[in-house]
């Protein structure tokens, strides 16, 4: 894992980094939402990496990809079941979103309201 961090870890945070730094001029912006969409962004992309740096090769090494020869093995059992229970999982999540947004579209609006105080623009 090292040896890839090192060879494409570099231009991946250099990457990052400059797209986070570009966002967070928006930061020094007047207009609150121009400021608020530049620290959203940034920390948008910050996740983005960490994504990357994290799970991508936990992921790879789940499916057994030996990417480059670096000499990945799958994952042992039960650990090898992770992709197909994320997978599953997800789609049921989804599942449940189109049923509520057909059937019950008022819930969705609901739980918008617990996370936007009333009387503020979202």
């Known amino acids: 894992?090292?040896?890839t961090l090192l060879r494409t870890?570099?231009?991946?945070?250099l990457a990052n980094v400059m797209l986070m730094a570009a966002f967070l001029v928006f930061v020094l912006s007047s207009f609150v939402p121009v400021r608020v969409g530049g620290l959203l962004w940034a920390v948008t992309i910050l996740a983005c990496l960490a994504a990357d740096l994290i799970f991508l090769p936990a992921l790879v090494a789940a499916f057994g990809i030996d990417f480059l020869n670096l000499g990945i093995t799958s994952l042992a059992p039960p650990a090898n079941l992770?992709?197909?229970?994320?997978?599953?999982?997800?789609?049921?999540?989804?599942?449940?979103?189109?049923y509520f947004a057909v059937k019950?579209?008022?819930?969705?609006?609901?739980?918008?309201?617990?996370?936007?105080?009333?009387?503020?623009?979202?």
């Not at 994320?86 to 999540?93: K, S």
């Not at 609901?110 to 936007?116: M, P, R």
């Open 104 to 122: 019950e579209p008022a819930r969705i609006t609901d739980t918008g309201h617990v996370f936007v105080e009333e009387g503020e623009p979202a």
């Open 9 to 13: 870890g570099k231009p991946l945070w």
């Open 1 to 3: 894992m090292w040896l």
């Open 82 to 98: 992770a992709p197909i229970i994320i997978g599953i999982w997800m789609v049921a999540g989804i599942a449940l979103l189109i």
